[in-house]
């Protein structure tokens, strides 16, 4: 009876093998760009092949890779080369060499195109649990406990003074959250290791 259970539980277990192998197929496997379109089925650009979306790839010495994709309405932050200011504005379009973005410089409805090749630098931001909050709330949190210890009274028993141990505290709190901003909020150079592209759906 035994050896009768083994052989079908056997049976049973190369019976889903099979047809799980059956079931994948390569060719039909979705690659990482149409995977993240289908998990991301509101994004601002549409699906039909030919549309055009810019894409940073950041491999960093320490951490994992990852991939940044900007699409024609979202709002980017970078630095080029040749110029000083900080550029932040909202994607119009984008081609094969360059983007364009809308010039709110000069106070009415204006557009300018950047080119890729003078892009130095992209800030970006991704959101991780906690820690994105604590960037904003740890700083906040360590001025609060400052200020209280400021106001309210004290072992001397009087108010407006404060001591070493309250600024220790509240440092501390300030400089965890600027760890978890630098966490959140990142500037990747744009290099050979860093690089940007141009992908067309299809």
């Known amino acids: 009876m ?6 079908i539980l056997a049976l049973t277990l190369l019976n889903s093998y099979a047809w799980s192998q059956d079931a994948y197929d390569r060719q039909k496997a979705l690659n990482s760009e149409e995977l993240f379109f289908k998990q991301n089925v509101n994004k601002v650009i549409s699906g039909n092949a030919g549309q055009k979306y810019l894409v940073l790839d950041a ?32 994607i119009i379009s984008i081609s094969d060499t360059s983007l364009t973005i809308a010039n709110e410089a000069t106070g009415k409805m204006d557009y300018r195109e950047i080119m890729l090749k003078d892009i130095r630098l992209f800030k970006v931001s991704k959101r991780i649990p906690f820690v994105t909050e604590a960037s904003y709330y740890f700083p906040i949190a360590g001025l609060l406990y400052i200020g209280a210890d400021y ?15 309250a600024f220790i ?3 501390a709190l300030m400089a965890a959250g600027f760890v978890c901003y630098k966490l959140s909020f990142a500037s ?6 860093n690089k940007l592209k141009v992908i067309e759906t299809y």
């Open 169 to 171: 505290v509240g440092a």
């Open 59 to 90: 491999a960093p010495r320490v951490g994992k890779f990852r991939r940044y994709r900007f699409f024609p309405g979202d709002v980017v932050k970078f630095r080029t080369r040749n110029e000083k200011i900080r550029f932040k504005s909202a």
């Open 188 to 193: 990747i150079p744009v290099n050979n290791r």
């Open 151 to 165: 106001v309210n009274k004290g072992v001397d028993d009087k108010r407006f003074t404060t001591d070493g141990s």
């Open 2 to 7: 035994k050896n009768n259970f083994f052989i």
